[in-house]
């Protein structure tokens, strides 16, 4: 017995090898016999029934025994006998939620509580008398079917509540397999549908992805030695994918995912018809329906999206697409019956597509969110993939880093919606919709992702039906599709050179303007971080002055020192802090003076502003006189005005050895070691960039408190100037971009102006005066590298 009820809480060594079907069976019957063993025979009018998960015979370790004893009220013992049952459990640290009921106050009990009514729905005999459970299996259902106007409402709110809590399964890192939209839960909730005689059981489909969580939870258990956790981690992934047979932790999140849409999916379309039914009067019912049309073969028949009656899905491959695009601009649901019909007789679209096929898909796209809905219902019937097979790669493919929100095809469709915001910016509307839709489809081959994307798309446009000149131009927008955030955040737009390669990439304003609002739709699409007031002020200047070189214009750059910078540096003090606020939400600017021209200020400034949990952007030193000025762009956190008091005390005491900011960092650095449990970065990256005005390092290294400080000091030590410096943080990994000078490598040369503008250097010829030895290149290497070395072991220890 003792052995049995260990093996339910979830000792370590049950079930070895055991997983899936068979690991739940397992459990049942374990917990069946040992409770069995407890309550011998009770005799009549006393049943002891499972309910909710164990009910369904889908325990799994650690999980709650759900029980009712039930009786018929003439029993006297009845409490001792749930004594006898309920106390073994407990002392053996099984999880319990019991109760004892007779059929009416478990009635009762359902009639009030939505929990309680969906366990008794699933309600098990384990031992007992059958005709009593019997009878609180029927009077619950019955009651449960007759007050389905009034619960099946309250069901659908907590279906909702859940996915507003929890998100949602297919596009999170960590899902919760049970409570997430698109979880078990979810299925629970279609079952309830079902069995108010509202709606079909779940089809097989959502069956199959229902086993797929059960499978993935019963590890995730496993792993959890019993404790309650339904959330399948990062670090478990390959542990679990292994012991279920995928061939990797990608794999399984792909299947989770998948299992997930077409979870939430099934729901979503079901609810619909079940609350339009609801909301419907007998006489309406019975009326003819009406019957409006709203494209060819497309007719809208009580509030859903149904085909003609002529309608021939297999000798009109358009017919797909017009429906969709009907769909989508009525903001009408597809009827089950017509997708499900356009997805078993729907032929594959004839190549090249007929122009009128690519206009419908246009159209889809332009109405912008509304199209996301109408094609996950073509995605869920195998449309979207016979309509372009190159998407059977991006589907459902996770995007495994917290920098993404979605899967790669959610993101895709995502991106295509918020392009459709800017149709209006642009002279060629298709190709931004077009190139939002397939920007990242290279992501589901092997290699580069935009490498691969060029050689999908150049096959894929001409079968769309894109003439060549437009073809060539979709492919410039999957080459440079990355090009403006990452000149825009990790180079300096005021940099000649920066703004001249973008414009020579770009080739053409069209190109420029397209690769311009594809940038932000990219962004939006991608994640909360990935886009902001700041971001989209640098993009949008630097598209402004690469049209300019386009259009054979002088770009417009700001002078190497603006008349507020020199009158900053002629402030008498010793040492000026300044705080201002910028036009961007929660951006300020600091501003440092110095009396004396030092190497390592921003290492200094940086470790002061980390110290005061401030995320330094963008940061540029300029000197003159013998004076230094430091001028930083800096996120707060909650958008609150920095400290300019305590930022200067803090800035002095670190300036005169006062105050140790890399000791002081150390311990903020433990904050990340949480994270970086959940996420094995790579090694540190070192690069060197000699194409701009001077030689630029970039730095790409795991995100952590006080890293711009770490490598600005690193820097500093081996006597590199830093001029400007940018940082990115992508996810959990920074890319800190440094404009250097060095004063060992210019020494002998002849002294430019004592001026170094955002440019990082002192001149704007576009030569580097500061190209650095392979020697120098491995010292400053090896400087960085130890540094953050030093950093990850910190972090670890």
């Given at each position: 017995?003792?052995a ?10 049950a ?16 917990a069946?016999a040992?409770?069995?063993e407890?309550?011998g ?5 006393t049943a002891?029934?499972?309910v909710?998960g164990?009910?369904?015979r889908?325990p ?9 004893l039930?009786h018929?009220g003439r029993r006297?013992?009845?409490?001792a ?5 309920w106390y073994?459990?407990?002392d053996a640290g099984?999880?319990l ?7 009416d106050?478990?009635v009762?009990?359902a ?9 008794l729905?699933d ?5 007992g008398d ?17 007050r389905?106007?009034?619960r ?8 909702a ?20 939209r698109?979880?078990m ?7 309830a ?10 089809p097989?489909r959502v069956?199959?992805?229902y086993r797929?969580?059960?499978?993935v ?9 019993g404790?309650?956790?339904?959330r399948?981690?990062?670090?478990d992934?390959e542990?679990i ?12 999140s792909r ?9 939430s ?5 079901t ?11 007998i006489?309406?019912?019975?009326r ?10 497309v007719v809208?028949?009580?509030?859903e999206i ?8 297999a ?8 429906a969709?695009a009907?769909?989508?601009r009525?903001g ?6 017509a ?7 729907a032929p594959?679209?004839?190549a ?8 419908d ?7 912008g969110?509304a199209?996301?809905?109408?094609l996950e219902s073509?995605d869920?019937v195998?449309?979207?993939v ?7 790669a991006v589907r459902?493919r996770?995007?495994r880093n917290p ?7 959610r993101h895709l469709?995502e991106a295509?919606a ?5 149709t209006?910016?642009v ?10 839709l ?8 092997p ?5 691969a994307?060029?050689v999908?798309v150049r ?5 769309l039906?894109?003439?060549p000149?437009?073809t060539e131009?979709?492919?410039?927008m999957?080459r440079h ?5 990452e ?5 300096d737009i005021?940099?000649?050179v920066?703004?001249?390669s973008?414009?020579?990439a770009a080739?053409?304003?069209?190109v420029?303007t397209?690769?311009h ?11 909360p ?10 993009v949008?200047d ?8 386009l259009d054979?214009?002088?770009p ?7 008349e507020r910078?020199a009158?900053l540096l002629?402030?008498?003090a010793?040492?000026?802090v300044?705080?201002n606020?910028?036009p ?16 390592g ?9 980390a110290?005061?949990?401030l ?10 006189g013998?004076?230094s ?5 800096v996120?707060?956190?909650h958008?609150?005005r920095p400290d300019?008091?305590?930022?200067q005390e803090?800035?002095r005491g ?5 105050l140790?900011v ?7 650095e ?11 970065p790579?090694?540190?990256?070192v690069i060197f960039?000699?194409?701009?005005s001077?030689?630029?390092v ?6 952590r ?8 000091r690193?820097?500093?030590e081996v006597?590199?100037?830093v ?6 943080t992508?996810g959990?990994?920074?890319?800190d ?6 004063p060992?490598?210019t020494a ?7 001026l170094t ?7 704007r010829?576009g ?6 030895s392979?020697?120098?290149r491995a ?5 960085i590298?130890?540094?953050l ?7 670890a220890s």
């Amino acid at each position: 017995m003792d052995a049995r009820l260990q093996a339910l809480r979830g000792r370590a060594d049950a079930f070895p090898g055991v997983t899936g079907p068979a690991l739940r069976a397992g459990l049942t019957d374990l917990a069946d016999a040992a409770l069995a063993e407890l309550v011998g025979e009770p005799g009549p009018g006393t049943a002891l029934l499972a309910v909710g998960g164990y009910g369904r015979r889908e325990p799994a370790f650690g999980s709650d025994l759900d029980l009712v004893l039930l009786h018929d009220g003439r029993r006297r013992d009845i409490s001792a006998l749930a004594d006898a049952i309920w106390y073994p459990l407990w002392d053996a640290g099984v999880g319990l939620d019991h109760s004892v009921r007779t059929v009416d106050e478990a009635v009762s009990v359902a009639d009030s509580d939505l929990k309680a009514a969906m366990g008794l729905l699933d309600a098990r005999l384990v031992r007992g008398d059958a005709a009593l459970a019997e009878k609180l299996v029927e009077r619950v259902r019955s009651r449960w079917r007759a007050r389905a106007p009034r619960r099946l409402p309250e069901l659908a709110a907590s279906v909702a509540e859940r996915a507003r809590r929890n998100g949602e399964a297919a596009f999170l890192l960590e899902p919760d397999l049970k409570d997430s939209r698109g979880g078990m839960r979810d299925v629970h909730a279609l079952q309830a549908l079902a069995a108010a005689w509202v709606a079909e059981e779940p089809p097989e489909r959502v069956r199959e992805a229902y086993r797929v969580l059960l499978d993935v939870r019963g590890e995730v258990r496993r792993l959890g030695q019993g404790r309650g956790q339904d959330r399948l981690l990062l670090q478990d992934g390959e542990t679990i994918a292994a012991a279920l047979g995928y061939p990797d932790s990608v794999a399984l999140s792909r299947a989770v995912a998948e299992a997930g849409r077409a979870i939430s999916w099934t729901w979503d379309t079901t609810w619909y018809r079940v609350a339009s039914a609801q909301r419907s009067k007998i006489g309406a019912r019975l009326r003819r329906p009406v019957r409006r049309p709203l494209d060819e073969g497309v007719v809208e028949q009580d509030g859903e999206i149904q085909l003609a009656r002529d309608a021939d899905p297999a000798s009109d491959p358009g017919l797909v697409l017009r429906a969709a695009a009907a769909a989508a601009r009525t903001g009408i649901p597809f009827g089950r019956y017509a997708i499900d019909r356009l997805g078993q007789e729907a032929p594959e679209m004839p190549a090249p597509w007929p122009e009128a096929a690519r206009d419908d898909l246009v159209s889809l796209l332009a109405t912008g969110d509304a199209a996301i809905g109408v094609l996950e219902s073509l995605d869920q019937v195998g449309l979207l993939v016979r309509l372009i097979p190159e998407w059977a790669a991006v589907r459902s493919r996770p995007q495994r880093n917290p920098y993404h929100r979605y899967t790669v095809d959610r993101h895709l469709i995502e991106a295509a919606a918020r392009a459709a915001t800017h149709t209006r910016d642009v002279d060629r509307p298709d190709l931004l919709l077009l190139g939002a839709l397939l920007h990242d489809i290279g992501k589901g081959y092997p290699g580069d992702h935009t490498d691969a994307g060029i050689v999908v798309v150049r096959e894929l446009a001409p079968r769309l039906g894109l003439p060549p000149e437009d073809t060539e131009v979709l492919l410039a927008m999957i080459r440079h599709h990355l090009l403006l955030t990452e000149a825009a955040t990790r180079r300096d737009i005021d940099d000649p050179v920066t703004i001249e390669s973008v414009a020579t990439a770009a080739g053409s304003v069209r190109v420029l303007t397209l690769l311009h609002r594809l940038t932000e739709a990219d962004a939006q699409a991608t994640g909360p971080t990935a886009w902001n007031a700041w971001k989209a002020r640098l993009v949008s200047d630097l598209v402004h002055r690469a049209t300019a070189v386009l259009d054979g214009r002088e770009p417009p750059c700001p002078p190497a020192l603006s008349e507020r910078q020199a009158a900053l540096l002629a402030l008498p003090a010793d040492l000026t802090v300044q705080v201002n606020p910028l036009p961007d939400d929660a951006m300020f600017e600091i501003v440092v003076v110095t009396a004396d021209d030092r190497v390592g200020l921003l290492a200094t400034t940086a470790g002061v502003l980390a110290l005061s949990r401030l995320d330094v952007r963008r940061a540029s030193a300029r000197s003159s006189g013998g004076r230094s000025l430091l001028q930083a762009a800096v996120a707060a956190p909650h958008g609150e005005r920095p400290d300019q008091r305590r930022l200067q005390e803090d800035l002095r005491g670190a300036l005169t050895g006062g105050l140790d900011v890399t000791a002081r960092l150390a311990g903020r650095e433990q904050d990340y070691a949480a994270a970086r449990r959940r996420n094995t970065p790579g090694p540190p990256q070192v690069i060197f960039d000699d194409s701009g005005s001077v030689t630029v390092v970039e730095v790409r290294a795991p995100d952590r408190a006080g890293v711009l400080h770490r490598i600005a000091r690193a820097l500093a030590e081996v006597g590199l100037d830093v001029r400007t410096a940018i940082v990115a943080t992508l996810g959990l990994d920074v890319v800190d971009a440094f404009y250097i000078e060095d004063p060992a490598a210019t020494a002998g040369q002849p002294a430019g102006p004592d001026l170094t503008a955002g440019t990082g250097s002192t001149t704007r010829t576009g030569q580097s005066v500061s190209t650095l030895s392979i020697e120098r290149r491995a010292e400053v290497s090896s400087a960085i590298l130890a540094a953050l070395t030093a950093n990850e072991a910190s972090v670890a220890s």
